[in-house]
């Protein structure tokens, strides 16, 4: 009887183990690990995976031979040297967008840290000096064959999270980014909910489209903007609502909300948090708000380790977006 009782218990801390280890909430690397490397390049994507972040975000455009490349913009101007290289091809509104170029095209310019076209300045000054090194575009497959690769290596199952990137604007140009994605999401074996796979979107129509006219079967996110802006209510205002979560339910499996709509602080540094997860979990909806930032923390925030405190104690998150995998992965797995 001892025996069985100290079996019994010894099984009992393997299950709280396991039940801790399952509830930690997921790091997902923003465009990798871009608060130190310039962002969506293969260097950042493998010091974010070496960091240990648990998903790695990849976002989507197309390129002038229909190749998903990974770039967070449809306009290139703002993280290339596109300007120098080809002057001659930016469009009327004097932007350049990476669909008037060939992969080829695309692999000839030097990526770097991320700046205003306009005024050259830098958006984050302490990153990565500007124009240092070697940095390239890469395909979406690259990518997908750099994780996988790390997968195989090192033995661990780190997951990609896609987003596709103004796919209404595609289709406008006649293009069509998400069945493009789609094929090759299902060629790198992701097809279904139990993959290590999140696609999300900003436009609920087109998450719509993608879960009942293309028969995607995997996991949905749908990507908000914030409820109110100076000019007040959003397009998104509606989807705050428990009405407009449950709507949202029927077609996607989580919600992707700025930070502010999850925690603010108020004048004297408290934290005041929200419902949202609350009311998000209760329409069976994941909550991963973005964007952890070292470097832009919302508005009287103290610190990050404040922040992290704040979403993975009292507000409850399911994941985050980060900049900085390193430190989000110490807050996020450290937690008892």
């Given at each position: 009887?001892?025996?069985?009782?100290a079996v019994l218990f010894v099984l009992s801390l393997a299950l709280l183990s396991?039940?801790?280890?399952?509830?930690a909430p997921l790091v997902i690397a923003h465009r990798g690990a871009s608060g130190y490397l310039p962002e969506h390049t293969l260097p950042a994507k493998a010091m974010a995976y070496a960091q240990g972040a648990?998903?790695?975000?990849?976002d989507l455009v197309l390129s002038k031979d229909d190749v998903p490349v990974v770039l967070h913009d449809v306009h290139i101007d703002g993280v290339t040297d596109v300007a120098l290289r080809f002057p001659e091809r930016k469009r009327p509104d004097g932007r350049y967008y990476a669909l008037d170029f060939t992969v080829a095209e695309l692999k000839q310019l030097k990526v770097t840290e991320r700046f205003d076209p306009r005024t050259g300045q830098r958006v984050f000054p302490r990153r990565f000096p500007a124009g240092e090194s070697s940095f390239q575009v890469s395909t979406f497959e690259e990518e997908l064959q750099l994780i996988q690769g790390l997968n195989r290596s090192?033995?661990?199952s780190v997951g990609i999270y896609p987003e596709l990137k103004e796919p209404q604007w595609h289709r406008e140009q006649g293009r069509d980014l998400s069945r493009i994605a789609l094929g090759i999401l299902a060629r790198y074996g992701?097809?279904?909910?139990?993959d290590a796979c999140f696609l999300q979107?900003?436009?609920f129509a087109e998450l719509t489209r993608v879960r009942n006219e293309l028969g995607w079967r995997g996991r949905l996110l749908m990507l908000l903007d914030e409820a109110t802006d100076a000019k007040g209510a959003t397009a998104h205002a509606g989807f705050y609502t428990p009405a407009g979560l449950l709507e949202l339910a029927k077609v996607v499996d989580g919600i992707g909300p700025p930070l502010d709509e999850?925690?603010?602080?108020?004048e004297s540094g408290q934290a005041i948090v929200s419902d949202l997860v609350r009311q998000a979990h209760a329409a069976r909806l994941l909550v991963h708000p973005y964007t952890v930032r070292i470097d832009a923390l919302p508005p009287r925030c103290p610190s990050v380790e404040v922040l992290h405190e704040a979403l993975f104690g009292p507000a409850g998150v399911d994941g985050v977006f980060s900049d900085f995998p390193d430190l989000t992965v110490a807050a996020a797995k450290g937690r008892p």
């Open positions: 009887m001892m025996r069985l009782r396991t039940a801790g280890a399952a509830a648990d998903f790695i975000e990849q090192t033995g661990r992701y097809a279904t909910k139990a979107c900003f436009d999850i925690v603010r602080w108020d």
